[in-house]
C-alpha cells in the first residue's frame, strides 16, 4: 500500500509562485511515475507534469517554462515549483504516482488514467 501526502499551496498574486511538494509512503518502489495533476470546478482532472524514477519529464503545454517537477531521491518527495503563475492555474492539486515508466511523449499532458495513487489533494489559488 502506498499512502501520498500533498502540502504546500495557498494564495498568491498573478504573476507570483508557489511550492507544492508530496511525499510518498509504504511500499513504494522503482520502477515509478510521480505526477502532479489539477482540477478546477466543473472542469475534467488534468496532467500537469510527470517524471520517470530515473529523470526524464514532460509537462502540459500550458505550463511549460513556468512550472518545475522534481524529485528527492531517498525520500520519496516529490515537488512542483511554480512560477509565473496565472489565475488559470487555480485549481486542486493532486500528487499521483504508479509503479510503471512514465508514458512519456513530447507534448503530451500525463493522462490520470496511467496512474493508480493518489493523493488527497491541496488548494492552489491564483488572483489577478
Known amino acids: 500500500q502506498v499512502q501520498l501526502v500533498e502540502s504546500g499551496g495557498g494564495s498568491v498574486q498573478a504573476g507570483g509562485s508557489l511550492r507544492v511538494s508530496c511525499v510518498a509512503s509504504?511500499?513504494?518502489?522503482?520502477?515509478?511515475?510521480m505526477g502532479w495533476f489539477r482540477q478546477a470546478p466543473g472542469k475534467e482532472r488534468e496532467g500537469v507534469a510527470q517524471i520517470d524514477y530515473n529523470g526524464p519529464t514532460t509537462y502540459a503545454n500550458s505550463v511549460k517554462g513556468r512550472f518545475t517537477i522534481s524529485q528527492e531521491y531517498g525520500k520519496n518527495t516529490l515537488t512542483l515549483q511554480m512560477n509565473s503563475m496565472k489565475p488559470e492555474d487555480t485549481a486542486m492539486y493532486y500528487c499521483?504516482?504508479?509503479?510503471?515508466?512514465?508514458?512519456?511523449?513530447?507534448?503530451?499532458?500525463?493522462?490520470?488514467?496511467?496512474?493508480?495513487?493518489w493523493g488527497q489533494g491541496t488548494q492552489v489559488t491564483v488572483s489577478s
Open positions: 499521483a504516482a504508479d509503479f510503471a515508466t512514465c508514458r512519456l511523449v513530447p507534448g503530451m499532458a500525463p493522462d490520470p488514467a496511467d496512474f493508480g495513487y
Open positions: 509504504g511500499n513504494f518502489y522503482s520502477p515509478y511515475c
